[in-house]
């Protein structure tokens, strides 16, 4: 198999090429997020015991938190360093979105000054070709389909930060901004036509921060609920087979879910974070919530059985030594 041979930092690193190759149906993929490059790392080895087809980063892949990109390069550089992170990417592609702490700076939007410059640094740490069309995008937002006609995964990563506008807070608490919008007109546009007729039989749709929760005081769709019932109407209206939300940062996992007018099936938001350091044991509201709030390590492990009549995606809340603390069969 060729290799492809990265620049970072100043130090030469060798990647095979790990593309999907486009007949190959999909039956495991992995995610997570908030994983700090400082701390120790104690998951990787069990999320490539896993063999998944794919690995999908969440957002907080990186604590950066700066805007100096050679802060942000080195950060980068750091967690890409990572012995058994990189056995990962030597077996399986990788794909990701970023948050705010890799973004460049806690719970920012369109006001973060570096935005252009921090997209690039995060399309290198995720081994973006220099000639792809992301490259020019304005926004951190991507699709990806894999697998034959049947078997086809549509995977829609959301880019809650570039165009999002500024959080309004009373205190440490976030207040709803009813006027305030979190992808850009571009990005719902673009969005509309990924879902809009879509060959693909499942839709992984990725966002940094959590969709369905409404309650908690932290980020969240919820602070943005004009964009929020955007979000959940345009499903409703284009109807994608087989659709569910994955989301990160909260330091902690969980399920929620909600029935969405017009789509059909219920509609699920997993919650995995964090890979490196989570909150402590504690009880929040979630009116959505299905099962407990798991306050352990962990990833997120998606397997599809393509052969299940009806076609149906279980989701595990995995951590470290093979465990699991939360499963979650969904059927469409």
Known sequence: MPLVYLVVSGC??????????????????????????????????????????????????I??????????????????????????????????????????????????????????????????????????????????????KGQRVKVILLDGRYFRDPLKKDGKANVPD?????????????LEKELTNSDADLHVIGSGIQVLPEEHIYEKWANFPTARQRLLDLLGKT?????????????????????????????????SSGLTHVSPPHEEPNRHRVGNIVSKLNYGLITIDWAAKPLTATVRINGDDKATYLTQAITF
């Open 12 to 61: 030469q690193t060798s990647r095979p090429n790990t593309a999907v190759p486009p007949n190959k149906a999909l039956t495991t993929i992995a995610f997570g997020s908030c994983s700090d490059q400082k701390r120790p790392q104690p998951l990787w080895d069990d999320i490539v015991a896993q063999k998944p087809d794919l690995w999908i980063w969440l957002g907080d892949n």
């Open 63 to 148: 604590y950066g938190d700066s805007e100096n990109m050679d802060t942000l390069r080195a950060k980068y550089a750091r967690q890409k360093s990572n012995p058994v992170y990189q056995q990962l990417r030597h077996s399986t592609p990788v794909i990701g979105v970023w948050d705010d702490h890799d973004y460049g700076v806690n719970d920012g939007g369109k006001e973060y000054p570096m935005r252009v410059a921090s997209q690039q640094v995060m399309l290198d740490f995720l081994d973006v070709p220099a000639e792809s069309p992301l490259r020019t995008r304005q926004g951190g937002y991507s699709a990806h389909s894999y697998g034959p």
């Open 178 to 190: 009813p006027t305030g919008d979190v992808l850009g007109e571009a990005q719902w546009q673009w």
């Open 239 to 271: 109807k994608p087979k087989g659709a569910f939300l994955l989301s990160g940062d909260r330091h902690m996992a969980e399920v929620s879910k909600v029935a969405v007018p017009g789509l059909g099936y219920p509609l699920f938001d997993i919650t």
